[in-house]
């Protein structure tokens, strides 16, 4: 099975601030790689799509990058309403196969 | 627009089984594969499986395999999970998510609200 990490765990930043959270897959996975948003008591929300897509609808200081087994994903004027878990997530489909990372939990400073 | 619209919180002995329901609006029921991830309590997300409601295959993540079952009602655009045997460790909140877009198997882009199934003696 691929694993999915993350790294930070967490973290604390200023408001203004760029955010950046990395997702290391344990084999290749091309670019099958989303990220989404999850705020407390709610249902995740896709973010970013194929690595570097963005949703529709979703702001453009969001924004990812990366392929292969190394992914980043980045904010880059952190705002209060930011304030959420971010999870990166693979997809396969020979065998179907989703793999979430462990999550990133973001707070202002 | 899309929605989905899960049922109710359920409270279950250990042992028993839980069925969760996600009624589909907005669009083609049997156009979209529906994924169902679950959270365990202050945990992350974790895929439990999918199904195409267009010709009723699924497939479930290797751990819930023979314990999981999921089915649709295409006439009432709804598609339900039932999971069997259920333990302490099945203690989550369960969502339904619909693929972004008809190609993109493995993105969930739209979401239910979620279900919390709570397993205690």
């Known amino acids: 099975d691929i694993q999915m990490t993350q790294s930070p765990s967490s973290l604390s930043a200023s408001v203004g601030d760029r955010v950046t959270i990395t997702c290391q897959a344990s084999?290749?996975?091309?670019?099958?790689l989303n990220w989404y948003q999850q705020k407390p008591g709610k249902a995740p929300k896709l973010l970013i799509y194929?690595?570097?897509n963005l949703e529709a609808g979703v702001p453009s200081r969001f924004s990812g990058s990366g392929s292969g087994t190394h992914f980043t994903f980045t904010i880059r004027s952190l705002q209060p309403e930011d304030i959420a878990t971010y999870y990166c997530q693979q997809y396969d489909n020979n065998p179907p196969r989703f793999t979430f990372g462990p999550g990133t939990k973001v707070d202002i400073k | 627009q899309v929605q989905l619209v899960q049922s109710g919180a359920e409270v279950k002995k250990p042992g028993a089984s839980v069925k969760v329901s996600c009624r589909a609006s907005g669009y083609t029921f049997t156009g979209y594969y529906l994924h169902w991830v679950r959270q365990a309590p202050g945990q992350g997300l974790e895929w439990v499986g999918w199904?195409?409601?267009?010709?009723?295959?699924?497939n479930s993540a290797q751990k819930f395999k023979g314990r999981v079952t999921l089915t649709t009602d295409t006439s009432i655009s709804t598609a339900y999970m039932e999971l069997s045997r259920l333990t302490s460790d099945d203690t989550a909140v369960y969502y339904c998510?619909?693929?972004?877009?008809?190609?993109?198997?493995?993105?969930?882009?739209?979401w239910g609200q979620g279900t919390l199934v709570t397993v205690s003696s």
């Open positions: 194929d690595a570097s």
């Open positions: 998510a619909r693929v972004k877009e008809l190609l993109y198997f493995g993105t969930m882009g739209y």
């Open positions: 199904i195409n409601p267009n010709n009723g295959d699924t």
């Open positions: 084999q290749d996975i091309t670019n099958f």
